[in-house]
T-cell receptor, first 111, second 110 residues
Framework: SQTIHQWPATLVQPVGSPLSLECTVEGTSNPNLYWYRQAAGRGLQLLFYSVGIGQISSEVPQNLSASRPQDRQFILSSKKLLLSDSGFYLC??????????FGPGTRLTVT | RKEVEQDPGPFNVPEGATVAFNCTYSNSASQSFFWYRQDCRKEPKLLMS???SGNEDGRFTAQLNRASQYISLLIRDSKLSDSATYLCVVLGGGADGLTFGKGTHLIIQP
């Protein structure tokens, strides 16, 4: 069966520091991969999605970036965090069925 | 107009009751629809897909009305463990990602 991992689970970072969140998927090949952010009291916002290695589409302008160095690895990065980057970051994958399955998420607090 | 709208609630419902909530979507070209469940501080989990003919999974029934662009979820014989936020989700509209409603908060009371 497929599983999706994210780490770290929680993170507290100062403003201006860099960020790297990692997501890996097991049990499937060539998945579509997604990064979402859920801010407190708000809905999920799609940040990036990828249909293959090295292929990244960005949905919103921001100081975040994403990379997909391997088929089942998706990384979310920032060079300098802003206070507004705080939130719950979720990685998800989908196959042919179109429903998406989420990892456990990373709760980021920028101080 | 928001792409996917839901009544945020909370819906306070006694255990054993039937509860229903709706969701409306704005993109008439949307092709796939889902209900997800999200527990506090956890990731959303797929509850069920919503098919054009309506579908049932145990105590849960989902309906789609394309003409009026709304989706419904019915929960029968509600359990305390049904307490959660239910997210209406629509696929389609330019991105490959899903568009989520902000969720309806359901509280089942003993």
């Amino acid at each position: 069966s497929q599983t999706i991992h994210q780490w770290p689970a929680t993170l507290v970072q100062p403003v201006g520091s860099p960020l790297s969140l990692e997501c890996t998927v097991e049990g499937t090949s060539n998945p579509n991969l997604y990064w979402y952010r859920q801010a407190a009291g708000r809905g999920l916002q799609l940040l990036f999605y990828s249909v293959g290695i090295g292929q990244i589409s960005s949905e919103v302008p921001q100081n975040l970036s994403a990379s997909r160095p391997q088929d089942r690895q998706f990384i979310l990065s920032s060079k300098k965090l802003l206070l507004s980057d705080s939130g719950f970051y979720l990685c998800a994958w989908s196959g042919g069925a179109r429903a998406q399955y989420f990892g456990p998420g990373t709760r980021l607090t920028v101080t | 107009r928001k792409e996917v709208e839901q009544d945020p609630g909370p819906f306070n419902v006694p255990e054993g009751a039937t509860v229903a909530f709706n969701c409306t979507y704005s993109n008439s070209a949307s092709q796939s629809f889902f209900w997800y469940r999200q527990d506090c501080r956890k990731e959303p989990k797929l509850l069920m897909s919503v098919y054009s003919s309506g579908n049932e999974d145990g105590r849960f029934t989902a309906q789609l009305n394309r003409a009026s662009q709304y989706i419904s979820l019915l929960i029968r014989d509600s359990k305390l463990s049904d307490s959660a936020t239910y997210l209406c989700v629509v696929l389609g509209g330019g991105a490959d990602g899903l568009t989520f409603g902000k969720g309806t908060h359901l509280i089942i009371q003993p």
